[in-house]
């Protein structure tokens, strides 16, 4: 199956210019500084940051400007339901 047909659509009917519908929302969370949701097409994005927090050892302090953590929980979804990877 091709991604974009011989007259120039997209699977979905959409020409090769036409974005998908695109939504956003700030501040779901109240425990978070702050969070945020955006849905683009079949895909969705939950944000939220906490911090900035203290550094509880001075020898992290020292080597280190910033530290982050990622958390990252994809889900697929197929004809028969929604299926996560975790």
Not at 26 to 38: D, V
Not at 56 to 85: A, K, N, Q, V
């Amino acid at each position: 199956m091709e991604v974009i047909s011989p007259e120039g659509l997209r699977q979905d009917g959409r020409t090769a210019l036409c974005l998908r519908d695109i939504s956003c929302r700030l501040g779901l969370y109240e425990r978070p500084n702050g969070s945020a949701y955006i849905e683009m097409g079949n895909t969705k994005v939950l944000a939220a940051v906490y911090g900035p927090r203290e550094v509880l050892s001075r020898h992290i302090y020292y080597s280190m400007h910033c530290i982050t953590e990622i958390l990252f929980r994809g889900c697929l979804t197929c004809i028969s339901g929604p299926y996560c990877i975790i």
